[in-house]
Nanobody, 121 residues
Framework: QVQLVESGGGLVQPGGSLRLSCTAS????????MGWYRQAPGKRRGMVAI???????NYADSVKGRFTISRENRKRTVHLQMNSLNPDDTAAYYC???????????????WGQGTQVTVSS
């Protein structure tokens, strides 16, 4: 059974930094896209950053220049380095992976349980 386990959330002051990590486990044959999404109270979940298995990256406009996504393919891990955080970044952050696992004929989307990031003084 595939699981995505996130770590690294917490409380940080405006201007501070946090690093999120997410590792996929289970019988996985291939991972296509890994990424991070976030959802603030009363808002829809939206894409923050995604990275493909060949290193192509997309960022939401609101985080460009402040956040950096990276990936360690052999460890099935994706990171999100978040700098210059501001209160608008406060949200639950969810890891996502599009992958092919045992028992499936397709690439399927999996989600982590979410990790809270709160930016406040």
């Amino acid at each position: 059974q595939v699981q995505l386990v996130e770590s690294g959330g917490g409380l940080v002051q405006p201007g501070g930094s946090l690093r999120l990590s997410c590792t996929a486990s289970g019988t996985i044959f291939d991972i296509n896209v890994m990424g991070w999404y976030r959802q603030a109270p009363g808002k829809r979940r939206g894409m923050v950053a995604i990275i493909t298995n060949n290193g192509t990256i997309n960022y939401a406009d609101s985080v460009k220049g402040r956040f950096t996504i990276s990936r360690e393919n052999r460890k099935r891990t994706v990171h999100l380095q978040m700098n210059s955080l501001n209160p608008d970044d406060t949200a639950a952050y969810y890891c996502n992976a599009n992958l092919w696992s045992r028992g499936s004929r397709n690439y399927d989307d999996y989600w982590g349980q979410g990790t809270q990031v709160t930016v406040s003084s």
